[in-house]
């Protein structure tokens, strides 16, 4: 049976602000589905509630994974559970290095019910597998030493996360803006990196301003958000037409959406 | 009795477990309570000393007498005089650790000396309440002219080498502990390093506390002549009592020129120690004096590692950890003196609070006049993990010429709630990534370390991280 991921009717607050406004998704394994929208509709707020962080306030509906409600999980429990987030701008840990950092993840991940203390994956057979992620995404074995985006240029934090879903092989993920901030080489690397990683196999929800990497992982459906809902669906084709004519349609087909857009682009979105 | 007081007694019982052991011993000697002429006296009779040690305890004693109590840093509630500041285990010190008494023998077993003295270790000396009742040094080094005694037997055996240093770095005078240690001073360690002599591995010495109310008062004094160098390490525990017991020593070291002198210090006292120690280095042209510091345990740690820059081009490297959990204040910190040209110095503290702990760093950063050209940088982070829990930061700085670079930089942080949710998203418990952004915030200085005592390091972070999430 086909892993399925169902957001039923999202309520999400940060403090006594309500961002998400009854957001409704259902994602089915080997999906892509891009999600789109302007500045401050809740795009990445969509990604955090899915991931559990704890500033995200859900206050109705569900998220159900396999039918079952993970809203109580802790986000290490979600993680162990298969979901996966490439955050848009991942915090440094200083003095952790990356192969320390992904060897306990990437154990947990794969024994979800290993207790604090339990033995990870052989060093021998994380090195190998590292290794040659690293390689196809044509990183310096240094990399591997050096801090968890410590000192990280853009390019090099995107990398590091499409690394850690390379490694992580989650159920469903979220990539929050993964291509942003890059050169076009560089964004056709990432683009080709998800493609081979997780096209066709893992759920992806895909947030993006740019059309390449839609291009080499065309969606199955685009998902616009707007205030705080998914005001419409479509295939790849709505993905398109954003691209290249913006959302003045969408603006003004869906006025009240348009509206509470508006009030709270005025506040800075809550990213991380 | 609440639930809560009884969890966190439970907690402090498992971490301290390691180490929270009595051994039964008949000691040979141990003097009644309290500090007076009497003691003091009858400590230099013990020890066959020379008149000149006699006088140099019975002055200290009258300074310790007459200074007050620091009224800085932290809350000393001691009564001097019902403390036991001489005991003596053993009628003599063991060359091989088959002469030492089997009861503390398996001490040290336990704390795992002699086995680290086999695999990677210069040298060793283990001082079990007042004495040094074990020591050892490879051959070749002796050969060479390496001398690493107990101080007692250097009284005896090297009485000018002492005597030109012994009480010249840090006087009796310098502060209330300091001439406390000179008049009941016992055990500690003498090194010499030769000309040109490098000590490739590690000279250890272990401090054990083993009786209720006692108090240790060991005296270092390490000479690095010209162009040699040498790691020094201690370690130091004890078990825990319900009243407090004392542990205040004088360390001095002098760094000649050209020479390297690395002191590395992981304390990891029960949570009923006084620790007030004095050391200080001198370090002469081009030297290079590094202290290493960890504080993880005791009830009341002040201590401030010094570097008295004394010719040109002279450097002094202060790294100081303190981790301080319920009960516990660590006033750590450092001293910086540039007394000459071109000379460099370079503080690095990192302290962690939790528990309720509280962990000050104090700090001296001085350039007297005519100290031209010295480079000064003084880095303090601290990383508070919950509410309980405080951090100070107590800096001073003193610049009596133009001509220098001076950077101080602090920061404070809380655990940060995006780097454990970062963390926690890639399926690591919460405690899991607590344990490893702590264990991130001291690599700075834990890669400093040598492999051995890396681990160690690492593995007292992890006893004290347990059961800190709830």
């Known amino acids: 049976m086909s892993d399925v991921l169902k957001i039923v009717d999202l309520h999400v607050s940060i403090g006594d602000k309500e961002i998400l406004r009854g957001v409704n998704l259902s994602m089915t394994e080997g999906e892509t589905h891009a999600l789109m929208g302007p500045n401050g509709s809740g795009k990445s707020t969509l990604g955090l509630a899915i991931m559990g962080h704890p500033n995200y306030n859900c206050t109705k509906g569900e998220i159900l994974l396999n039918g079952e409600n993970i809203l109580e999980l802790e986000p290490n429990e979600r993680a162990r559970a298969g979901i996966f987030m490439a955050f848009q701008r991942p915090v440094a840990i200083p003095g952790v290095k990356m192969a320390d950092f992904l060897r306990h993840a990437t154990t947990n991940v794969r024994n979800p019910d290993r207790k604090e203390g339990e033995d990870l994956i052989p060093m021998r057979e994380f090195r190998k597998e590292i290794k040659a992620n690293m390689e196809q995404l044509q990183m310096d074995s240094e990399f591997a030493r050096r801090y968890v985006n410590d000192g990280f240029s853009g390019g090099e934090m995107k990398r590091a996360e499409i690394l850690q879903l390379a490694m992580l092989q989650p159920k469903f993920a979220i990539l929050d803006e993964t291509d942003s901030g890059l050169d076009a080489d560089a964004v056709r690397l990432a683009s080709q990196s998800i493609n081979e990683i997780g096209h066709n196999k893992m759920g992806l929800l895909i947030i993006t301003h740019h059309d390449k990497l839609l291009e080499h992982n065309p969606p199955n459906f685009t998902h616009v958000i707007l205030g705080g809902r998914i005001v419409e669906t479509g295939g790849k084709e709505l993905a398109e037409e954003l691209h290249a004519e913006g959302y003045d349609r969408i603006r003004k087909q869906y006025p009240e959406a348009a509206k509470v857009n508006d009030e709270s682009e005025s506040e800075a979105e809550v990213v991380v | ?470």
């Open chain 2, 1 to 470: 009795m609440s639930t809560e007081l009884t969890e966190s007694q439970e907690l402090q019982s498992t971490e301290i477990n390691k180490y929270d052991f009595k051994t039964e011993t008949t000691a040979v000697f141990k003097a009644r309570k309290g500090v007076d002429a009497e003691i003091v006296n009858q400590i230099s009779d013990i020890k066959n000393e020379p008149d000149w040690m006699r006088q140099f305890r019975l002055e200290a004693l009258k300074i310790f007498e007459s200074k007050p109590m620091p009224e800085w840093g932290g809350d000393i509630d001691l009564d001097f005089q019902d403390i036991f500041y001489y005991l003596k285990p053993t009628t003599e010190q063991g060359k091989s650790w088959d002469d030492v008494p089997e009861e503390i023998k398996d001490t040290f077993e336990k704390l795992g000396i002699p086995e680290a003295e086999r695999k990677y270790l210069a040298g060793v000396k283990a001082q079990f309440e007042s004495e040094v009742i074990y020591g050892s040094l490879k051959k070749d080094l002796s050969d060479q002219g390496v001398l690493f005694t107990d101080t007692d037997t250097a009284v005896r055996e090297h009485p000018e080498l002492l005597r030109e240093y012994f009480g010249k770095i840090i006087p009796s005078t310098d502060n209330k502990f300091a001439a406390l240690n000179s008049a009941v001073w016992s055990g500690g360690s003498f090194i010499y390093v030769p000309p040109g002599v490098n000590i490739e591995f590690p000279l250890q010495a272990y401090f054990r506390i083993n009786e209720e109310n006692m108090g240790q008062f060991e005296r270092t004094l390490i000479i690095v002549d010209e162009g040699a160098q040498v790691h020094y390490v201690e370690g130091c525990t004890a078990p825990m009592y319900t009243s407090e017991s004392l542990h205040s020593a004088v360390v001095e070291v002098v760094v000649k020129k050209n020479a390297r002198c690395r002191y590395t210090t992981i304390q990891n006292w029960a949570n009923n120690i006084y620790n007030l120690v004095t050391k200080r280095a001198f370090a002469y042209q081009d030297a290079t004096m590094e202290w290493v510091d960890g504080n993880l345990g005791s009830k009341l740690t002040m201590k401030y590692p010094a570097v008295y820059m004394m010719e040109p081009g002279a450097r002094g490297e202060i790294l100081s950890i303190a981790f301080s959990s319920k009960g516990q204040h660590q006033d750590a910190g450092a001293k910086l003196v540039h007394c000459a040209p071109d000379t460099t110095g370079t503080i690095i503290s990192k302290s962690i609070s939790k528990n309720g702990g509280r962990s000050s760093y104090r700090g001296l950063a001085k350039v007297e006049k005519g100290a031209v050209n010295s480079k000064c940088s003084v880095v303090c982070d601290a990383l508070i993990l919950d509410d309980a829990s405080r951090s100070d930061t107590y800096p001073y700085i003193e610049i009596n010429e133009q001509d220098v670079s001076m950077g101080h930089e602090a920061s404070v942080s809380r655990i940060g709630e995006e780097q454990l949710f970062y963390l926690m998203s890639r399926g690591l418990s919460e405690a899991e990534a607590s344990t490893m952004i702590v264990n991130g915030f001291i690599e700075p200085l834990v890669k400093e370390l040598p492999m051995e005592y890396a681990v160690e390091m690492n593995r007292l972070i992890q006893l004290q991280m347990e059961g800190s999430v709830g």
